[in-house]
């Protein structure tokens, strides 16, 4: 094999598709390496809904949403909560340059690719608290037509051609252990071959060593994202501000979403700042269908389900479906346990239920204008009925009374009284017999339905929960999904990896997740949703744009 290129990128998902093709674009001999099958080229971004984060956009404008930089800026940095001055020193100027790239030129950049959005924008992470704090203030959620395949698409398709004309070599298999310094510039990596594997996308590979390799580039950049299939890995950066980690906890990634890659670019001199910022959902359900180890899926929730902890006890303001991921988190772990619950019915399922992921959503990711319009029909999705038919953490019933019974069944733990639920929940119902409420939650879902996109396919009609008509009741129980970390490897506005002295680490660049999708953390404390594959993109554009400039 050749062992003398202009650049090396670690790790084949979406970051490192960007930016390799961006390197090639310039004329740059890349080497494209990753330790998983050519199957599992593109990624997490593959098994994404193919949410993005974007500001007055013509999606926004059709439903009459008025958005502008400004608002988005507001947003983002009430969200972030920056205050620490120096590791978040470059995630604060990244995340000021993605807002101008996301209110700016990135539908163009897109669109000329040929990625097209759902006419519908979701109004994903709403806050709940003043207007300066968490929260997008209006819809920016724009769903890629074809889900995360089809934003990873544009990418490998130039990735493909790269490699069919000799600018980029690609080899799966191939995991980096060691990065080559010399004279204190990373010049190139080393590592092992693994033996060759049939598995598919997202299941888990063999990690039998068949040989070595040993390359050297003037570029090194790592994309190979962060640390959310690795149990041990979240639990040992867990934030306390957040309580004790889940003893029991799904995985929303695959598990060589391992982290490894952070260590040993940390040992080549990167600095690691924000560990203990991550994103963890509280929506999950065991998958019926697994894939990886512990399979998770996130319920996207509309506003309307009640939401109970473990015993039974609604949880407070404003930690309603869709409304704070982090706060209701934090909220949950008090609790001590690591499950919750929702109660709902049937039409709130119809409705308000969608499963994140590609593979969740057939008719997006397939393109199909008639299975999507079929979502307006009676009754829930295929993907969604599929859970409720064989999930283990659904439970259905024709009153109250057995779906409590069904509850307590279901943990064996028997926490649930009868006449405290009934209690909240005639209590809530009771709200619903005038147009105005002291109850902020009906408040929160009456207002959604101002907005066009949520009144056609996104929040049920106002109902109560115990009028037969609006049954049979469901009861699904949540748990604790890991997904991305929002720390990562320090870098400045070019992508080039800091070190502990603040200077750059010459040769060394880093982008996507691994680097907290720019800057070491441009989310801060809290995301926007959204921003996680756009940071992929933004940071992989920037690092392979900078690094072929570098090179020269």
């Given at each position: 094999m050749e062992r003398e290129f202009d650049a090396i990128v670690v790790g084949a998902g979406l970051a490192g598709l960007v930016a390799a093709a961006e390197l090639a674009d310039k004329g740059k001999k890349?080497?494209?390496?990753?330790?998983e099958p050519e199957a599992s080229l593109g990624g997490q971004a593959w098994w994404s809904f193919g949410g993005l984060f974007l500001v007055d956009s013509p999606e926004q404008r059709r439903l009459g949403v008025k958005d502008s930089k400004e608002l988005a800026l507001q947003d983002w940095m009430g969200s972030a909560e920056f205050d620490r001055a120096d590791e978040d020193h470059w995630g604060r100027k990244w995340a000021e340059a993605y807002v101008d790239f996301a209110a700016g030129e990135k539908r163009a950049w897109l669109h000329g690719m040929g990625v097209r959005f759902f006419p519908i924008v979701g109004w994903a992470e709403r806050g709940g608290y003043l207007a300066e704090g968490h929260g997008n203030s209006v819809p920016r959620f724009h769903i890629v037509w074809g889900t995360g395949p089809a934003i990873v698409a544009p990418f490998e398709r130039r990735v493909r051609e790269h490699r069919d004309g000799g600018r980029i070599v690609y080899l799966p298999r191939h995991r980096v252990d060691r990065l080559i310094r010399e004279q204190g510039a990373v010049v190139g990596v080393s590592g092992s071959v693994l033996v060759e594997s049939d598995a598919a996308r997202g299941e888990a590979s063999s990690r039998e060593i068949v040989g070595e390799f040993e390359c050297y580039a003037r570029a090194v950049l790592v994309t190979s994202g962060g640390i959310g299939g690795n149990p041990d890995l979240v639990r040992a950066n867990w934030p306390a501000r957040l309580g004790q980690p889940p003893k029991q906890m799904l995985s929303g990634v695959p598990a060589h979403v391992d982290g490894r890659m952070l260590g040993i670019a940390e040992e080549a001199g990167g600095r690691i700042v924000n560990r203990d910022r991550m994103w963890h959902y509280?929506?999950?359900?065991?998958?019926?269908?697994?894939?990886?180890?512990?399979?998770?899926?996130?319920?996207?929730?509309?506003?309307?389900s009640l939401w109970l902890d473990a015993r039974g006890r609604r949880l407070p303001a404003p930690n309603f479906p869709g409304f704070d991921t982090l706060g209701t988190l934090e909220t949950l772990r008090r609790t001590?346990?690591?499950?919750?619950?929702?109660?709902?019915?049937?039409?709130?399922?119809?409705?308000?239920?969608?499963?994140?992921?590609?593979?969740?959503?057939?008719?997006?990711?397939?393109?199909?204008?008639?299975?999507?319009?079929?979502?307006?029909?009676?009754?829930?999705?295929?993907?969604v009925q599929a859970f409720l038919?064989?999930?283990?953490?659904?439970?259905?019933?024709?009153?109250?009374?057995?779906?409590?019974?069904?509850?307590?069944?279901?943990?064996?733990?028997?926490?649930?009284?009868?006449?405290?639920?009934?209690?909240?929940v005639l209590a809530r119902d009771r709200e619903m017999d005038n147009s105005f409420t002291k109850?902020?939650?009906?408040?929160?879902?009456?207002?959604?339905?101002?907005?066009?996109?949520?009144?056609?396919i996104r929040v049920a009609?106002?109902?109560?929960?115990?009028?037969?008509?609006?049954?049979?009741?469901?009861?699904?129980?949540?748990?604790?999904?890991?997904?991305?970390?929002?720390?990562?490897?320090?870098?400045?506005?070019?992508?080039?990896?800091?070190?502990?002295?603040?200077?750059?680490?010459?040769?060394?660049?880093?982008?996507?997740?691994?680097?907290?999708?720019?800057g070491g953390g441009m989310h801060g404390y809290r995301a926007l949703?959204?921003?996680?594959?756009?940071?992929?993109?933004?940071?992989?554009?920037?690092?392979?744009?900078?690094?072929?400039?570098?090179?020269?």
């Open positions: 890349t080497l494209l390496l990753d330790q509280t929506e999950g359900i065991r998958n019926w269908n697994p894939i990886w180890p512990s399979h998770g899926i996130r319920i996207l929730p509309g506003p309307s001590g346990y690591d499950y919750s619950w929702f109660i709902l019915t049937q039409k709130i399922i119809e409705k308000e239920f969608a499963l994140s992921g590609s593979e969740q959503n057939p008719d997006l990711t397939g393109k199909s204008v008639r299975q999507v319009l079929s979502r307006v029909l009676p009754g829930p999705t295929a993907p038919d064989k999930g283990e953490d659904f439970v259905v019933a024709g009153n109250l009374g057995e779906l409590v019974t069904g509850m307590n069944r279901l943990t064996g733990e028997g926490l649930l009284g009868f006449e405290e639920i009934e209690r909240q109850d902020l939650q009906i408040t929160a879902l009456r207002g959604a339905r101002h907005y066009k996109g949520d009144k056609f009609r106002p109902h109560k929960l115990l009028d037969p008509k609006n049954g049979p009741l469901i009861a699904v129980r949540l748990h604790i999904v890991s997904r991305k970390t929002l720390g990562g490897l320090q870098t400045d506005l070019s992508g080039r990896a800091l070190g502990a002295d603040g200077q750059p680490v010459p040769g060394l660049y880093a982008a996507g997740e691994a680097s907290g999708f720019g949703e959204g921003t996680f594959l756009g940071g992929c993109l933004f940071s992989g554009r920037t690092a392979g744009r900078a690094a072929a400039e570098d090179i020269g």
